[in-house]
Each structure stands twice: as C-alpha cells, then as structure tokens.
C-alpha cells in the first residue's frame, strides 16, 4: 500500500497538470477533453474490429482480448495527447494454441490496429521462424537477425514457434545469439517494433520459464482455444464462399462427418486442415466436371458436392494428404 492509504497525503498531480491558485490546470498545449468514442471512429479501430468480426467465425475470448487491447491503446493514447502519460506502454504480444486457430490471421488484423492507432509507423507484418533469424555458422546469426528486424520496424514482427529459438541441450546454439538481439531490440525500440511470439501453449510456457527476459518485455498473452465441430463447419462454408463456391446439401452432411473424422488424425490443424480439404475437394470437383458433361452451367461449375469430399482418403481410415506430407503442419 502507498501512503496515499494513510489519508494524510494528497495525491501528486498527474503530469501535465499544475495547481495554481485557482486549483488544478491542465498543460495549455494539451487538450481539455477527448471524445474517446469519436477516436474509435475516426482512427478506423473500429473498421478493424468489425473486420474481425465478421471475417473470423467462433474465437469469442480472442475477439474479446482484441477489443479490451483497442480499449486500453485508445485510452493510452488520449492520455498522451493530453499529457497524462509519456512512455510507450509494452506492447509486445504472445499468441498461444494449436495450429490452424487463426494466430497468423488475427495478428495481421493486430497489425492494422497498431498501425491505425499510431503505434507502428507502417502496420506491416514479417513473419519468421527460427531459419529467418538464425544462422548455421558463427559469425550468420546476428546479421541475419538484425535484417529481419529491420525488415519489420515500423512494423509487426511475428515470429512463429519462437521457443525454437532456445535449445538447453545445447549450450553454444546460435539461438541463443538471436534472443539476445531480440530482447535488446523489443527493449529500446518498442516505439516503433512490435514482436508477436506464437505456438503452442505449452512450449511457450516453457520457454518464457527459461527466458524471463521474454515474460517480463511481453505484456500482452492471448489464448487461441480449438474451434468446435460446429465451428469448423462454418469456417468450410465461409471459405468456400469466399472463392465463390457453394457446398449442395451431400456436400454439407459430408463435410460435417470429414471435420468429425479429420480432428481424431494425426497433423490435425483446425481451420489449415479444412482449407487444405477444401483444396482438395475443389480439385475434385474440377475433375468430375472434366471427365464428365462437356457443357456446364454457372452453378455447377460453383458447387461442391458430396462425392466431392467423400472421395477423401479419411472416410476410409486414411490421410488426407495428397502429395505433401507435410501440408497441415504449421
Ligand atoms: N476463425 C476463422 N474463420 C475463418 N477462417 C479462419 C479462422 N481461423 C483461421 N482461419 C483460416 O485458417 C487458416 C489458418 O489460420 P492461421 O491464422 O494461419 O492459423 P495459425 O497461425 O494459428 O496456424 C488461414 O487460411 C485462415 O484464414
Ligand atoms: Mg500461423
């Protein structure tokens, strides 16, 4: 507790503000008041978050952080317009779940957010991995990381399974080079960088435990929870309507069972996973389409059926994986 608790002592001014005789003033330079809701509009965080709202089905406790996040910046900033504050507050960020929840997507939303309320002077994003930062040989690393990091200033700078940059086993990794940079970097240029770390939960954790530098330069951990059946349903018939597809009946009932069959897979991956089987089906359907009538309409041409996604390897115990193997995977 501070002595404020006492009762005995009044409370300092905040910056900005002087007493004079007739009470407290504010800064002459600095505004009176703030409209906070014509900020919302006019800064176009509102746009963003509506963007976001309508693009991204489910992920309600993302949306809600998001919002909460826009609140905390907006107010930050009428304050620093009116000389209530002066320091940068930390905005570097974690995003934490399993592949394919939509970390990558909303980042890049975060990035227009940041870059809309005057945080970052481009809300550009550079996505990385530990290959982009880190060299194979001594002497890579540090030029390599600086050119990344050059790359994302005035930006967002979203490195992907971050905890790859940490080996324990292995005392002289060339990661270890590149956090060093890192922290030095989120440090004293977090006015104009922001650093978004992303994976799984439980890796991070780990890796924050080790790191503490990490924990303390990052203010912000956001959780990207599994979307439901239900949820995966949705998003299918939100990217298919996106490239201008439509599933018929066959095809939704089919599409329901795959999501179903598909989370008990190995490489499951969420929403990655049904684009790539929506990849797939339409794939399919192009070649029903050629082997089949010569003449076609608009709507068949637009329509994914049943057969289309049931000729998935997955409705019988396989993978869906068509060439590569890797195609889930993050
Ligand atoms: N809630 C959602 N609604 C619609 N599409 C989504 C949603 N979440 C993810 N996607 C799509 O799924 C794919 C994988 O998402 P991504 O953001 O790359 O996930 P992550 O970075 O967590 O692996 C992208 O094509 C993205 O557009
Ligand atoms: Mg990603």
Redesign the pocket.
């Known amino acids: 507790m501070t002595s404020r608790a006492g009762g005995c002592l009044p409370p300092a001014p905040p910056e900005g503000i002087f007493e004079t005789e007739k009470g407290w003033v504010m800064d002459d330079a600095a505004p009176v008041t703030v409209d906070l809701k014509a900020e919302y509009e006019s800064s176009g965080v509102r746009e963003i978050l509506d963007e976001l709202d309508r ?5 309600a406790p993302v949306k809600e952080r998001i919002r909460e996040t826009a609140a905390l910046l907006l107010v930050d900033r009428a304050r620093r317009q009116m000389g209530l504050a002066h320091e940068t507050p930390t905005l570097h960020m974690s995003f934490t ?1 399993n ?8 980042a890049l939303k975060m990035a227009g957010l940041l870059h809309r309320l005057g945080y970052v002077r481009k809300g550009h994003l550079v996505s990385v991995t530990r290959d982009d930062l880190v060299g194979q040989y001594i002497g890579h690393t540090a030029p390599k990381t600086k050119e990344v990091l050059k790359k994302a200033m005035g930006g967002v700078l979203f490195i ?1 399974e971050a905890y790859y940059l940490y080996k324990p086993d292995n005392e002289r990794d060339y990661g270890q080079e590149a956090i060093e940079i890192l922290l030095q970097v989120m440090e004293n240029n977090r006015d104009d960088l922001v650093v978004i770390m ?1 994976g799984y939960a439980d890796r991070m954790d780990r890796f924050f435990a080790a790191n503490p530098g990490f924990r303390s330069r990052i203010a912000h951990h956001i959780e ?1 929870p599994d ?1 439901s059946d239900e ?1 995966l349903e949705r ?1 299918s018939a ?2 298919l309507a996106g490239q201008g597809y439509v599933m018929d009946a066959g095809g939704r009932t089919a599409m329901t069972e795959y999501v179903r069959l598909r989370r008990e897979q190995p490489h499951f ?4 996973s ?2 790539n089987a929506l990849d797939r089906a339409r794939l399919r359907q192009a070649n029903r389409l050629f082997s089949g009538a010569g003449v076609v309409d608009a709507k068949t041409l637009s329509t994914i059926t049943e057969a289309d996604i049931r000729a998935s390897r997955v409705f019988s115990g396989g993978l869906d994986i068509d060439g590569s193997r890797r195609k889930d995977l ?1």
Do not use: C, H, Q, W
């Open positions: 693009e991204l089905i489910g992920l779940g592949p394919g929840t939509g970390k990558t997507t909303v992907d992303a990207f979307y949820e998003i939100a990217m991956a969420n929403a990655r049904i684009r993050p």
